[in-house]
């Protein structure tokens, strides 16, 4: 069975251009999350899916940050315009369930770098 | 909202000692604890977690913890590490459906 996937594991641009990074699941886990580590900083938590809806954004930085996570498969996350401290380590998570005891089963994440 | 503490950003051992890394956690409500590990160029693994019950939690490795309610800790520790376990370890917390990390402690086994 296929763990997480993530694209691109890594992605140079410059500031002011634009990024997706996409994430695709464990299939059949409905719950999908998205972290941000800057370098030697904790893993931040961005947001929860839970299928296409959107349970908990409250991490998200700010407007230039937009996911999707169209038909409740795989997931988006868009920068745009980027800017250099959006630099770090995107990791995707899924999980079958939404109860807190079960195990979250991470990406290999993907590093933004912004010049 | 909960959130937790890694006091140890690196710690350096020699092969075969004794490892304890530092976790502390602050929340509301009553909360699951978990340790994942990243290896180099990979994703995050889970190595145990705790969810009720004995506070001794025994995980993959070798690696266990022990939940400490009053002390709101839950610290890892391995008896004999190896040169493998050279590794970056997340301390986390859950409650019934986010979870938030700690900075991470860099363990670096030496021979």
């Known amino acids: 069975e296929a763990g997480v996937t993530q694209f691109p594991s890594h992605s140079v641009i410059e500031k002011g251009q634009t990024v997706t990074l996409r994430c695709d699941p464990i299939?059949?886990?409905?719950?999908l999350y998205w972290y941000r580590r800057v370098m030697g900083k904790e893993i931040k938590f961005l947001l929860h899916f839970v299928k296409e809806s959107k349970q908990d954004e409250s991490g998200m930085p700010n407007n230039r940050f937009l996911a999707e996570r169209t038909g409740g498969t795989y997931s988006t996350l868009k920068v745009q315009p980027a800017e250099l401290e959006d630099s770090g380590v995107y990791f995707c998570?899924?999980?079958?369930?939404?109860?807190?005891?079960?195990?979250?089963?991470f990406g290999e994440g993907s590093r933004l770098t912004v010049l | 909202a909960q959130s937790v503490t890694q006091l140890d950003s690196q710690v350096p051992v020699f092969e075969e000692a004794p490892v304890e890394l530092r976790c502390n956690y602050s929340s509301s409500v009553s909360v699951y604890l978990f340790w994942y590990v990243q290896y180099p160029n990979q994703g995050l693994q889970l190595l145990l977690k705790y969810l009720s019950g004995s506070t001794l939690v025994k995980g993959i490795n070798g690696f266990e913890a022990e939940f400490n309610k009053s002390q709101t800790s839950f610290h890892l520790r391995k008896p004999s590490v190896h040169i493998s376990d050279t590794a970056e370890y997340f301390c986390?917390?859950?409650?019934?459906?986010?979870?938030?990390f700690g900075a991470g402690t860099r363990l670096t086994v030496k021979p």
């Open positions: 299939s059949g886990h409905d719950n």
């Open positions: 986390a917390v859950s409650d019934q459906s986010d979870m938030r």
């Open positions: 998570a899924s999980r079958l369930g939404d109860r807190g005891t079960g195990e979250l089963f």
